[in-house]
């Protein structure tokens, strides 16, 4: 039995032996590995390049991408350098993508996707001095791409075009006599569009006169991207320290339950389906047959409008007359829609910005900065601004192209329009957002003994509940 | 009546038990039996037999059986390739969960702690085969020895073979799906238990290094103060959903195929195309159109505003208890018609003469179905009805697609719809806490097993077996 056993012994000594002795090898070789750092953008560009663009599906179907590739590949074809389609969803993720090989180059995302990359440094920073559009795009926008790492603060992507909400109205559908009864200032600008408090009235107005079947302004408040920016207005906030924070959770800071106050004011002039999300799409609709006079979204679905009021028989001379985009309205500085005593306030919402980052795993970081350079060129932004109907982030294409492009730019860098939080704590504030404005907003529909928000200190104290919930959700449960 | 179900209730339990006990108890004499083959093994094996537990393929080799040497020896060198090469890694790193952090930026690859759990779990797999067959293989050898010794000749490899396609066939046949099953089904498994054993999630993801934190998740969610209400709450809902739900899709889809096969019926398939067009069109999209028809745009408050009514929050956050009848009859929409096909191929191949001695002794219609029709269709039906329980216990769809993103005050991330499945949805996806996800799963997957059992254990399949064979 001896002899066997010592065999098997022998065996199994032989087989940890090499377990063991390799392992360990393998794991002081791995950590030898260690400490090879280099900066990558060497400016030298990498000839043979193809570079892979992950762009937006609607730049990809208005033929933008295809115009710019054609554009960078000849200015490009004496290095060899060609970039292509990376043909994959817009929403690709590069934290699992990446590492293995499959993600983009060079990915056109907003800041708050974007910068969700940098703590798993999936994205590079990058070299500040060798980006061409810096002095033209401004601080804010590119505050939206900054985040310190290691000590050290640094830029990781280049801002291409700014999203904020804009007042869409149909001027046709103004009172006859509006310069008489609805424009005090008599600036030529109908007070229902300058003004909440005003817009509010005109709204209770039209809905009572149609027994409920036309409104005014009619939105719904289930998208916080839309809803939060009136606890904004009023002194909340999303994080702390310039929405970098995530300790440190302010949607009930200030007077913000004044804005609560303003959505459950505007909630009681619309109807029920202010309350969920059914009414989002059928807005377009809705405004072009007449229901709606009046509603907020981004500037990028204007076409949406035009199309269904050519659908209802209308010319496009006539469309472009009476449907009109304006600047959001201004909010009374007492909190209360039926108060206009204490002046007004900027109205602020949230916003983002739209840009390019390079992918830490690209092989050719420096065709891939040659190729952002280009596409955040006068020339392609414009093109970009042209075909796509984008508000451009730089300045310069703004300010030739005027108009609305020109007023987001200004209320972004004046702080109307707060930029969407950049760190990767934003994904957990949407829910119990949404569960707040969608009760707020069902509150004008209970019956006065189930109100649950009728007074500032309720709502208050919802708002408090909604900062402990993202709390909770953020750090709660981590290790 | 009660006294006798409780009766029942106990002998089926004492039995199982009893073949349970039994089956602990012929334990030590099985190993016994086990360790004294061993024993014989090490005591009488030859040379020719250590050579086999040295190197496998030896002993056989030194008998001439050299095919059969050949392919042990094959197995023990692509075994020591395999750890030489990469095993050897990712055994070690399923203990260290790795060591190096990756950083993109300066081109450090590092550890991926997720892949080298995974490596590290087939690694432990690989090493499970090679000792399983090591062991066949001093076996093997040690039957040569036995043959040689009483003068038989030992079995060619032919013959060997032959029996792999006849008498040993279930060998040849289950070879296959058990390395499938092994690396599709139990080391996906065994990964998401091992999740719950460590930090993984929230800021720990890759390329930040994951580490075992052994009970940890589980200690947590016992403590934490929030967490316990709303896990009972959600228990709670979630038990009362699941036998709602189970019962009413059964018990419908059961009346509609009887409906159906009555011979009164005229056009029986124009009337069984209505539900089997409904079970056709994806759930989620059907889930969809209920939520837009429930909603404060949707046709049905269309018609009560038109009609001089006021909307109504079908859906809405005050909605709890109508959410939730709008949750089980949309889930009846889309599960009866697969318990009616189920039903029908049932009773189809009932026995018409029970129901005509039944009709003789003078039994009336519904007597006959509370002992002829039910029993045989529960029968036969039980262990489909057991995996309705659990689908609908683990029902995801249903509340995310009706009612999703609410948290709700009293609730930590969950609303007063979410069943446990939703529950984990939004711990782990949504918040990213997939450490503590596994470890609620491991919980769900504890008490759905225990329900399934205690139910089958119950039912007529396994207490009736032999009646109905």
């Given at each position: 039995?001896?002899?066997n056993?010592?065999?098997?012994v022998?065996?199994?000594?032989?087989?940890l032996a090499?377990?063991i002795t390799?392992?360990?090898a393998?794991?002081?070789?791995?950590?030898?590995?260690a400490g090879q750092?280099?900066?990558?953008?060497?400016?030298?560009?990498?000839?043979?390049?193809v570079?892979?663009?992950?762009?937006?599906?609607?730049?990809?179907k208005?033929g933008?991408?295809?115009?710019l590739?054609?554009?960078?590949?000849?200015?490009?074809?004496?290095?060899?350098?060609?970039?292509?389609?990376?043909?994959?969803d817009?929403?690709?993720?590069?934290?699992?993508?990446?590492?293995?090989?499959?993600g983009?180059?060079?990915l056109?995302?907003?800041?708050?996707?974007i910068?969700?990359?940098?703590?798993?440094?999936?994205?590079?920073?990058?070299p500040?001095?060798?980006?061409?559009?810096?002095d033209v795009?401004?601080?804010?926008?590119?505050m939206?791409?900054?985040?310190?790492t290691?000590?050290?603060?640094n830029?990781?992507g280049v801002?291409?075009?700014?999203?904020?909400?804009l007042?869409?109205?149909?001027?046709?559908?103004?009172?006859e006599?509006?310069?008489?009864?609805?424009?005090?200032?008599?600036?030529?600008?109908?007070?229902?569009?300058?003004y909440?408090t005003?817009?509010?009235?005109?709204?209770?107005?039209?809905k009572?006169e149609s027994?409920g079947?036309?409104?005014?302004?009619?939105?719904?408040?289930?998208?916080?991207?839309?809803?939060?920016?009136?606890l904004?207005?009023y002194?909340?906030?999303?994080?702390?320290?310039?929405?970098t924070?995530?300790?440190d959770?302010?949607?009930s800071?200030?007077?913000?339950?004044?804005g609560?106050?303003?959505?459950r004011?505007?909630?009681?002039?619309m109807?029920e389906?202010?309350?969920?999300?059914?009414?989002?799409?059928g807005a377009?609709?809705a405004?072009?047959?007449?229901?709606?006079?009046a509603?907020?979204?981004?500037?990028?679905?204007?076409?949406?409008?035009?199309?269904?009021?050519?659908?209802?028989?209308?010319?496009?001379?006539?469309?472009?007359e009476?449907?009109?985009?304006?600047?959001i309205p201004?909010?009374?500085?007492?909190?209360?829609?039926?108060?206009?005593?204490?002046?007004?306030?900027?109205?602020?919402m949230?916003?983002?910005?739209?840009?390019?980052?390079i992918?830490?795993?690209?092989?050719?970081?420096?065709?891939?900065?040659a190729?952002?350079?280009?596409?955040?060129?006068?020339?392609?932004?414009?093109?970009?601004?042209?075909?796509?109907?984008?508000v451009?982030?730089?300045s310069?294409?703004?300010?030739?192209?005027?108009?609305?492009?020109?007023v987001?730019?200004?209320?972004?860098e004046e702080?109307?329009?707060?930029?969407?939080?950049?760190i990767?704590?934003?994904?957990?504030?949407?829910?119990?957002?949404?569960?707040?404005?969608?009760?707020?907003?069902?509150?004008?529909?209970r019956?006065?003994?189930?109100?649950?928000?009728?007074?500032?200190?309720k709502?208050?104290?919802?708002?408090?509940?909604?900062?402990e919930?993202?709390?909770?959700?953020?750090?709660?449960?981590r290790g | 009546?009660?006294?006798?179900q409780?009766?029942?209730?106990?002998?089926?339990?004492?039995?199982?038990?009893?073949?349970?006990?039994?089956?602990?108890?012929?334990?030590?004499?099985?190993?016994?039996?086990?360790?004294a083959?061993?024993?014989?093994?090490?005591?009488?094996?030859?040379?020719?037999?250590?050579?086999?537990?040295?190197?496998?393929?030896?002993?056989q080799?030194?008998?001439?059986?050299w095919?059969?040497g050949?392919?042990y020896?094959?197995v023990?060198?692509?075994f020591?390739?395999?750890?030489?090469?990469?095993?050897?890694?990712?055994?070690?790193?399923?203990?260290?969960?790795?060591?190096?952090?990756?950083?993109a930026?300066?081109?450090?690859?590092?550890d991926?702690s997720?892949i080298?759990?995974?490596?590290?779990?087939?690694?432990?797999?690989?090493?499970?085969?090679?000792?399983?067959?090591y062991?066949?293989?001093?076996?093997?050898?040690?039957?040569?020895q036995?043959?040689?010794?009483?003068?038989?000749?030992?079995?060619?490899?032919?013959?060997?073979?032959?029996?792999?396609?006849?008498?040993?066939?279930?060998k040849?046949?289950?070879?296959?799906?058990?390395?499938g099953?092994s690396?599709?089904?139990?080391?996906?498994?065994?990964f998401?238990i091992?999740?719950?054993?460590?930090n993984?999630?929230?800021?720990i993801?890759?390329?930040?290094?994951?580490?075992w934190?052994?009970?940890?998740?589980?200690?947590?969610?016992?403590?934490?103060?929030?967490?316990?209400?709303?896990?009972?709450?959600?228990?709670?809902?979630?038990?009362?959903?699941?036998?709602?739900?189970t019962?009413?899709?059964?018990?419908?889809?059961?009346?509609?195929?009887?409906?159906l096969?009555?011979?009164?019926?005229?056009?029986?398939?124009?009337?069984?195309?209505?539900p089997?067009?409904a079970?056709?069109?994806?759930?989620?999209?059907?889930?969809?159109a209920?939520?837009?028809m429930?909603?404060?745009?949707?046709p049905?408050?269309?018609?009560?505003?038109?009609?001089?009514?006021?909307?109504?929050?079908?859906?809405?956050?005050d909605a709890?208890?109508?959410?939730?009848l709008?949750?089980?009859?949309?889930?009846?929409?889309?599960?009866?018609?697969?318990?009616m096909?189920?039903?029908?191929g049932?009773?189809?191949?009932?026995?018409?003469?029970?129901?005509?001695?039944?009709r003789v002794?003078?039994?009336?219609?519904?007597?006959?179905?509370?002992k002829?029709?039910?029993?045989?269709?529960?029968?036969?039906t039980?262990?489909v009805?057991?995996?309705?329980?659990?689908?609908?216990?683990?029902?995801?769809?249903?509340?995310?697609?009706?009612r999703?993103?609410?948290?709700?005050?009293?609730?930590?991330?969950?609303?007063?719809?979410?069943?446990?499945?939703?529950w984990?949805?939004?711990m782990?996806?949504?918040?990213?806490?997939?450490?503590?996800?596994?470890?609620?799963?491991?919980?769900?997957?504890i008490v759905?097993?225990?329900?399934s059992?205690?139910?089958y254990?119950?039912?007529?399949?396994?207490?009736?077996?032999?009646t109905?064979?």
């Amino acid at each position: 039995m001896g002899k066997n056993l010592s065999a098997v012994v022998a065996h199994i000594a032989v087989i940890l032996a090499i377990i063991i002795t390799l392992g360990l090898a393998g794991a002081f070789a791995q950590g030898a590995s260690a400490g090879q750092g280099s900066d990558r953008f060497t400016g030298e560009l990498e000839e043979g390049a193809v570079l892979r663009i992950l762009e937006n599906d609607t730049a990809i179907k208005q033929g933008y991408l295809e115009e710019l590739l054609d554009a960078f590949n000849a200015a490009y074809a004496e290095y060899g350098i060609t970039a292509v389609d990376a043909n994959m969803d817009q929403y690709t993720d590069l934290e699992n993508d990446g590492p293995y090989g499959y993600g983009p180059d060079v990915l056109y995302q907003a800041n708050d996707r974007i910068m969700r990359y940098v703590d798993g440094r999936h994205i590079m920073p990058l070299p500040v001095d060798a980006i061409d559009c810096l002095d033209v795009v401004g601080d804010r926008a590119w505050m939206a791409y900054s985040a310190t790492t290691d000590g050290q603060a640094n830029i990781f992507g280049v801002p291409v075009n700014v999203q904020g909400p804009l007042l869409y109205y149909r001027k046709d559908l103004l009172p006859e006599n509006w310069e008489e009864e609805w424009d005090d200032d008599k600036n030529g600008v109908p007070d229902m569009v300058e003004y909440w408090t005003d817009l509010y009235r005109f709204s209770k107005q039209r809905k009572e006169e149609s027994g409920g079947q036309e409104f005014g302004y009619m939105r719904s408040f289930l998208e916080p991207y839309f809803s939060v920016g009136y606890l904004y207005s009023y002194g909340g906030y999303t994080f702390g320290n310039n929405n970098t924070d995530p300790s440190d959770i302010g949607h009930s800071a200030g007077n913000a339950e004044l804005g609560g106050r303003v959505i459950r004011q505007l909630a009681s002039v619309m109807d029920e389906r202010c309350i969920d999300d059914s009414v989002t799409t059928g807005a377009y609709s809705a405004l072009a047959s007449g229901e709606f006079f009046a509603t907020i979204t981004t500037p990028d679905v204007y076409t949406m409008f035009v199309d269904e009021m050519k659908a209802d028989g209308y010319s496009e001379e006539y469309i472009a007359e009476n449907l009109v985009t304006a600047d959001i309205p201004m909010l009374p500085a007492s909190g209360d829609l039926e108060d206009e005593s204490e002046g007004f306030i900027e109205c602020k919402m949230m916003g983002g910005v739209n840009g390019y980052a390079i992918s830490s795993y690209t092989d050719y970081p420096n065709a891939a900065l040659a190729f952002v350079n280009f596409a955040t060129s006068y020339e392609m932004v414009s093109r970009r601004n042209e075909l796509l109907g984008i508000v451009p982030a730089r300045s310069d294409v703004a300010s030739d192209v005027g108009g609305l492009s020109e007023v987001i730019n200004t209320n972004l860098e004046e702080g109307s329009i707060v930029v969407m939080p950049s760190i990767k704590e934003n994904a957990q504030i949407w829910t119990p957002l949404q569960t707040f404005f969608q009760d707020i907003a069902k509150d004008p529909y209970r019956t006065a003994e189930e109100y649950k928000y009728d007074t500032l200190e309720k709502i208050k104290a919802a708002l408090v509940n909604v900062d402990e919930q993202i709390y909770d959700a953020i750090f709660t449960l981590r290790g | 009546m009660q006294e006798a179900q409780t009766t029942k209730v106990k002998n089926a339990f004492s039995e199982r038990g009893r073949k349970i006990a039994a089956w602990f108890k012929g334990l030590p004499a099985r190993t016994k039996e086990k360790f004294a083959f061993a024993r014989e093994i090490l005591n009488q094996g030859n040379g020719k037999v250590r050579a086999s537990m040295l190197l496998m393929g030896m002993g056989q080799l030194l008998y001439r059986q050299w095919a059969k040497g050949i392919l042990y020896l094959l197995v023990e060198i692509a075994f020591l390739a395999y750890f030489i090469l990469r095993g050897a890694d990712d055994l070690l790193g399923f203990f260290t969960l790795g060591t190096v952090e990756s950083n993109a930026w300066y081109g450090i690859e590092g550890d991926n702690s997720v892949i080298m759990m995974l490596m590290g779990i087939l690694a432990w797999i690989a090493l499970l085969f090679y000792a399983v067959l090591y062991i066949a293989n001093i076996k093997d050898c040690y039957a040569i020895q036995c043959a040689a010794d009483t003068l038989k000749a030992p079995k060619s490899f032919k013959k060997e073979l032959s029996e792999l396609l006849d008498k040993k066939f279930y060998k040849t046949a289950l070879a296959l799906p058990i390395v499938g099953v092994s690396v599709f089904s139990i080391l996906p498994i065994i990964f998401m238990i091992l999740i719950a054993f460590t930090n993984y999630g929230g800021d720990i993801v890759p390329p930040a290094l994951v580490d075992w934190v052994w009970l940890d998740n589980f200690g947590r969610i016992l403590t934490l103060g929030q967490f316990a209400p709303t896990f009972f709450k959600i228990f709670g809902w979630n038990i009362i959903w699941a036998v709602l739900s189970t019962a009413l899709n059964y018990f419908a889809g059961l009346g509609l195929a009887l409906l159906l096969n009555k011979k009164c019926v005229k056009g029986k398939t124009f009337w069984r195309l209505f539900p089997i067009l409904a079970y056709a069109v994806p759930g989620f999209i059907t889930l969809i159109a209920f939520k837009y028809m429930f909603s404060y745009g949707g046709p049905i408050n269309q018609m009560i505003v038109d009609a001089g009514g006021t909307a109504i929050g079908f859906l809405d956050i005050d909605a709890k208890w109508t959410a939730r009848l709008i949750g089980l009859f949309a889930n009846a929409w889309l599960n009866i018609p697969s318990s009616m096909l189920l039903a029908t191929g049932i009773l189809s191949n009932m026995n018409t003469d029970l129901y005509e001695a039944a009709r003789v002794d003078g039994a009336s219609a519904w007597k006959q179905f509370v002992k002829i029709t039910l029993p045989y269709v529960l029968f036969a039906t039980m262990p489909v009805l057991i995996s309705q329980f659990i689908a609908n216990f683990n029902n995801f769809g249903i509340f995310y697609f009706l009612r999703g993103g609410l948290y709700m005050e009293g609730y930590f991330l969950a609303s007063d719809t979410d069943l446990l499945i939703n529950w984990l949805y939004n711990m782990s996806i949504d918040n990213n806490y997939y450490s503590i996800g596994a470890a609620i799963s491991i919980i769900i997957f504890i008490v759905t097993s225990v329900i399934s059992l205690a139910v089958y254990v119950l039912s007529p399949s396994y207490k009736q077996e032999e009646t109905y064979q």
